[in-house]
């Protein structure tokens, strides 16, 4: 099959196209970089024209309330150039429990995202991913000074980007699903705990402490972050670090 990926030059998108050639499909990169722009339209519908599935993980430039704009836009651009391209299935990468915390303005755009795509004109496929073990870097610095990092304990299930490329390869690769696959890390753990492990591991003398009130997590209720029923992914965050 031709694949296109949007996106397909960042830390998912690579490994995506990477995952689909080695499948045995073409798997064709999009970016900024290649000349095309979910925002303006430009380049999208030479880059889905004759594509039989669009992969789409552009990302909004921000994470506040211009990002539903983002998403709005740029779904809006894509559908059409898929229905124009006679593409036959569109994937995206969302969040678990993205539906579920509505104080964050990114979760209401990601949701936003899905909605557009689940009432647009061409069959779908939606893979939820837990966090990212990759972020933990950005999530410890929001926090942190030069002796402390204060962090929720607010249960984490965190995936490694190879796991999540394979799984939207895979999706990609299959029938339009239609609805939902939610994909996860193979263990809970609380955010404060990651944070000590990540530090420890890394040599980090700092101390995290923990606040219900640090960060983007604060805002964040429950285990809604976690999915017990997640197809589960092999990699454990400690064999990660390592």
Do not use: C
Request: proline letters at 6%; aromatic letters at 4%.
């Amino acid at each position: 099959m031709r694949i296109a990926v949007l996106g397909g030059t960042g830390l998912i998108g690579s490994r995506v196209v990477r995952d689909l050639d080695a499948a045995g499909h073409q798997a064709v990169p999009h970016s900024l970089s290649t000349g095309v722009d979910v925002l303006s339209g430009q380049g999208l519908d030479e880059a889905l024209d004759g594509a039989d599935v669009v992969v789409n993980l552009t990302n909004s430039p921000t994470f506040d309330e211009a990002s539903p704009a983002f998403f709005r836009t740029s779904m809006d651009n894509l559908l059409a150039a898929a229905d124009k391209g006679g593409v036959g299935h569109a994937v995206i990468l969302s969040i678990v429990g993205v539906d579920r915390v509505p104080a964050l303005d990114y979760y209401r755009a990601k949701v936003l995202q899905e909605d557009i795509l689940k009432a647009g004109p061409i069959p779908y496929s939606i893979v939820r991913a837990t966090q990212f073990m990759e972020f933990m870097d950005a999530v410890l610095s929001w926090t942190a000074d030069a002796d402390t990092v204060r962090l929720p304990a607010t249960p984490i299930q965190p995936i490694a980007a190879e796991d999540v490329a394979a799984a939207v390869a895979e999706v990609a690769a299959g029938a339009p699903l239609n609805g939902v696959r939610t994909i996860g890390g193979p263990e809970i753990l609380p955010l404060d705990e990651l944070g000590r492990l990540t530090l420890s591991h890394r040599g980090d003398s700092r101390t995290v402490v923990t606040d219900p009130t640090a960060g983007m997590f604060a805002a964040v209720e429950g285990d809604v972050l976690t999915d017990a029923d997640a197809h589960l992914a092999p990699t454990r965050y400690a064999d990660w670090l390592a």
